[in-house]
């Protein structure tokens, strides 16, 4: 693998320093580079499927009211859905479905549901998280802070987690990533927590507007896509959906509905040839980058000893 991309890195470096000098001879041996770097990503394993995890998904169809939000929110999970939380499978409810007011991990312990993911503020001595936790018996057992805050929003008001910390949560023998609202967007949110052992991927949402939420759909279609894992999207108004480990949305729950839906996810592990590729090509640009530095460099300082040799001539 090492040798294979040493020899791809040489090719593009050889194919850029060739170009300066006869640009059909470098653009040609570049092109060779880039092609042996597809070769070898579509050579590479592929995710190999390790099991399923029995989760129920919750989707309250509840859509800001202002005051009312939070009291509706807790008496939906409290009235309605206490009967089915029960058993081994992992609950999973959206972003802000139970407490949007800075509570404290205390206040998570009057939850007597077991085994159940939630998202939302929390308050840890004089900061603000936005928080996904896992609360098995009444007890917070894992958690993340929402690292890439919403600007203006959230990022006046909330304490951004350490980018540091891992993006899993366990649950038994599983590891899950997550993540929070719109940072399904970013690329490495997906890509860490597969680097961390993560089987699936969660993302929690409680964004109510239904372009912004089928965006926020599509930025998990590709997260799935490119780590090769299955991906769900827990909605708070709509759209909580399963998006397969290829990026295609298996089924989804229409909006401003209240569902809930017992699905069995399967887990995987091993990276996609898009996910290596990629990893891949930011090397063969940085390599190209620095390349390019050093032949400028070099091509000024050859200038500069023309120009000096040539100022002695005439002075001469």
């Given amino acids: 693998m090492y040798g294979a991309s040493f020899v791809i890195y040489a090719a593009l470096l050889l194919g850029l320093w060739a170009f300066y000098h006869h640009r059909a001879t470098g653009v040609a041996v570049f092109a060779i580079g880039v092609a042996l770097a597809i070769v070898l ?50 609950n999973v409810l959206p972003e802000s479905s139970l407490f949007n007011y800075d509570f404290d991990t205390d206040h998570l312990g009057l939850l007597a549901h077991d085994n159940l993911l939630i998202g939302g503020t929390i308050r840890s001595q004089s900061l603000v998280y936005n928080s996904v936790v896992l609360l098995q018996k009444g007890r917070v057992t894992a958690r993340y802070n929402k690292i890439f805050l919403v600007p203006i929003e959230e990022d006046a008001r909330l304490q951004a987690g350490n980018e ?35 089987q699936a991927l969660l ?5 109510q507007s239904p372009p912004a939420t089928a965006l926020q759909l599509r930025s998990v279609q590709v997260r799935s896509a490119e780590t090769g894992r299955v991906a769900l999207f827990v909605g708070m108004a709509g759209n909580t959906s399963m998006t397969d480990a290829k990026g295609k949305v298996v089924w989804r729950m229409p909006w401003a509905s209240s569902e809930r839906r017992a699905i069995s996810v399967p887990l995987y592990s091993g990276l996609t040839n898009a996910a290596h590729f990629s990893a891949q090509l930011s090397y063969i640009l940085v390599a190209v980058t620095c390349a390019t530095l050093v032949s400028l460099l070099w091509k000024g300082l050859h200038r500069k000893a023309e120009r000096d040799h040539q100022g002695r001539r005439d002075f001469l």
Avoid: M, W
Avoid at 170 to 194: M, P, Q, T
Avoid at 203 to 207: A, D, E, G, M, P
């Fill in 41 to 90: 990503s579509s050579a590479l394993p592929q995710p190999q499927l390790e099991g399923y995890l029995e989760v129920n998904l919750v989707q309250p169809g509840i859509v800001g009211d202002g005051e009312h939000f939070v009291t509706r929110s807790e008496d939906y999970l409290r009235r309605e859905l206490s009967p089915q939380l029960r058993g081994g499978a992992l």
């Fill in 164 to 198: 540091r910390q891992t993006n899993t949560l366990r649950f038994g023998d599983v590891i899950l990533g997550v993540g929070i609202c719109y940072e399904s967007a970013f690329e490495r949110i997906g890509l860490k927590a597969v680097h961390n052992g993560a």
């Fill in 203 to 207: 993302f929690l949402s409680n964004t």
